[in-house]
């Protein structure tokens, strides 16, 4: 029986083999790349490497002119201004000012050689090493009697030449040579050279350049944190900022010829040459920059059809890039939305926080009158007896005029006075207490704060005939702040204390005022105590019966010291009752005074 054929043109009853042509191609495709990517990069590396010899090495031969050059401008530098001291000594103006100790056209002329020799400075040194004439005139007069260029001058016959440190950086380069008449040294002509001037022309250039002394100290450099160093720290603790920054850049992987130094892991050419002046030598970091930019523009070319292929390839990861920045853009308005919605709540919770404030000064202030008012009833007993005092004394004095005994009268008017003198002091206690204290903080005596403390509450400790031990001590303690705002947490210390103490047969509240680190005022009682010390200073927390307080002194109060930089604290005696002490910082007498000094300038 034939089989039936199916649409795939395999018979019913066979299995249809699958086809592999997408597999095949793509496939292909990858080998294809593949081999087009290593002869790429076999071109590219055999062109970079004979490319990179040949124009290495002109670069090297640039570079040793280049040196030459440069190791030949100075050594003539040198050369030029070896001779200058010479025939400066021998000047006939400048012995004759030595001889006479005339120096007024010594400078001038100085100042009229540097301009023909073109000397960094010229200066010249009495024999006690004082500088008498110079071309910079800042520096007449100054005293150089521990140079080593002076001093080995002194000493020697012919010129010295001597390189030292510079208190500002770098080093000074100084020919110096003895003045000698008859005989007798007279001074010494210094000439300073300017080979700095060689720092500032080499750092134009596509290299570093350094010279070094015999023991291999840097002495000039182009870039200034070399100088003092060896060749070897210099590049391992310095990172270069300048021309060398450009070596670094350099890529020193691409290059055939191994690399003759490294900065930081990238190759630069180094070449050094003798220079024939007291054993110095130059040596300059050239970078591989030119060979680079040579050579890149033939691997362009070449690297043009890879470029074409990584475009497409960069194409998608585009797409990928733009979805992810259209997702950081919708997450960054998400965040400037919370961020607006964060400023509304932070100038929310500011306006709440400047309700709080006015709040906490509003009670504050009723607290202040609340307790007036209790004191009120107490005061008003001790204002009944002069107004008796008073009315007796009028029918004395209206008596006795009438009697014409006017001087015994005048006796009762004085009485008056007094009784009404002792009533002014009373109300003005309950107004200073009433008021708001001050903005601004003064020196506040702690004895005497406590002694008007305890005026204002004498009624309430005679109507309870409460026993008071008071222990000040007999120098004043003193603190900067508001003595109003101190005077009313010291009443309320004593009214809690006093309050503690009525169910006590023979009250008792011990006040103790004593100076330290701070100044430290403790009130004692001997009451039942403090239960719970935890929420002792929060507020509406009282212990009161109703109708006797709103818990707010002791949270007021601890705000208040706060406020003055103290701390007000409150714990239990160990033979019973409670304590509660309040520091405040000493005043600083010597600060004090240092404020009032710049407050009346």
């Known amino acids: 029986m034939a089989s039936t054929p199916t649409p795939n043109g395999a018979r019913k009853g066979q299995t249809a083999a699958p086809r592999p042509r997408a597999t095949t191609t793509s496939w292909r495709v990858r080998l294809a790349l593949g081999l087009l990517t290593i ?3 076999t071109t590219v590396y055999f062109t970079n490497r004979l490319l990179t010899d040949r124009f290495t090495e002109t670069t090297r031969n640039r570079a040793e002119l280049r040196l030459a050059l440069y190791s030949g401008n100075l050594l003539s530098e040198l050369r030029q201004n070896a001779i200058v001291p010479q025939l400066l000594a021998r000047d006939p103006t400048l012995i004759g000012a030595l001889n006479s100790a005339d120096y007024q056209q010594s400078t001038q002329r100085l100042i009229s050689f540097v ?39 002194l000493r020697a016959t012919d010129t010295i030449f001597t390189v030292a440190r510079r208190e500002a950086g770098g080093f000074a380069f100084t020919y110096s040579r003895r003045v000698t008449a008859g005989g007798d040294v007279l001074g010494v002509i210094a000439v300073e050279v300017d080979l700095q001037k060689f720092e500032r022309a080499w750092a134009g250039i596509s290299a570093a350049v350094l010279v070094t002394d015999s023991a291999g100290q840097i002495i000039l450099a182009t870039e200034p944190r070399w100088r003092g160093r060896t060749e ?36 630069v050419m180094r070449l050094e040459s003798r220079i024939a002046f007291r054993g110095w030598r130059m040596t300059s970091f050239t970078t591989y920059a030119s060979v680079r930019e040579r050579v890149n523009g033939v691997l362009a070319l070449e690297i043009m059809g890879f470029a074409i292929l990584l475009a497409l390839a960069f194409y998608a990861l585009s797409r990928r890039s733009a979805l992810r920045l259209a997702l950081f853009a919708r997450e960054s308005a998400e965040l400037r939305h919370l961020n607006v919605q964060l400023q509304r709540e932070i100038a929310e919770r500011k306006r709440v926080q400047e309700d709080l404030a006015v709040a906490e000064q509003t009670l504050e202030q009723s607290s202040k009158l609340a307790a007036l008012g209790e004191m009120s009833a107490a005061v008003s007993h001790e204002l009944n007896q002069p107004l008796a005092a008073m009315k007796t004394y009028l029918a004395g004095a209206r008596l006795l005029l009438r009697r014409n005994r ?33 903005d601004a903080f003064s020196p506040v005596n702690m004895g005497d704060a ?9 009624p309430q400790l005679r109507q309870r005939r409460v026993l008071i031990n ?41 006040i103790l005022l004593s100076a330290g680190e701070t100044a430290t005022l403790t009130v004692r009682d001997n009451g039942p105590g403090i239960e719970d010390l935890d929420s002792l200073f929060e507020p509406f927390y009282t212990t009161k019966q109703p109708g006797d307080g709103v818990g707010l002194g002791l949270a007021i109060s601890s705000g208040i010291v706060n406020d003055l ?37």
């Open 565 to 601: 930089g103290g701390r007000l604290t409150a714990r239990n005696g160990q033979a019973g009752g409670a304590v509660f002490e309040m520091q405040l910082p000493i005043l600083d007498e010597d600060a004090d005074k240092d404020k009032n000094i710049a407050a009346a300038e």
């Open 470 to 510: 008071r222990v000040v001590p007999p120098e004043p303690i003193e603190v900067l702040g508001d003595r109003m705002r101190i005077e009313q947490v010291m009443v309320n210390l004593l009214r809690n204390a006093i309050d503690a103490t009525k169910s006590e047969r023979e009250p008792q509240v011990d």
């Open 39 to 41: 002869v790429a990069v």
């Open 232 to 267: 070897e720290d210099a590049l391992a603790r310095q990172t270069p900022q300048s021309a060398i920054e450009r070596a670094i850049r350099a890529t020193a992987d691409w290059t055939a010829l191994p690399a003759d130094a490294y900065l930081q892991g990238e190759g």
């Open 450 to 458: 406590l002694a008007s403390s305890l005026s204002m509450m004498e």
């Open 115 to 153: 301009e023909e020799i073109g000397a960094a400075n010229l200066i010249l040194l009495d024999r006690d090493g004082r500088a008498v004439a110079a071309t910079d005139r800042n520096r007449l007069g100054s005293n150089h009697r521990t140079d080593p260029y002076f001093i080995d001058a």
């Open 406 to 438: 006017p001087d015994e009268a005048l006796v009762s008017f004085g009485r008056i006075d007094d009784l009404i003198e002792r009533m002014g002091a009373i109300t003005r206690q309950l107004k200073s207490y009433a008021r708001k204290g001050q």
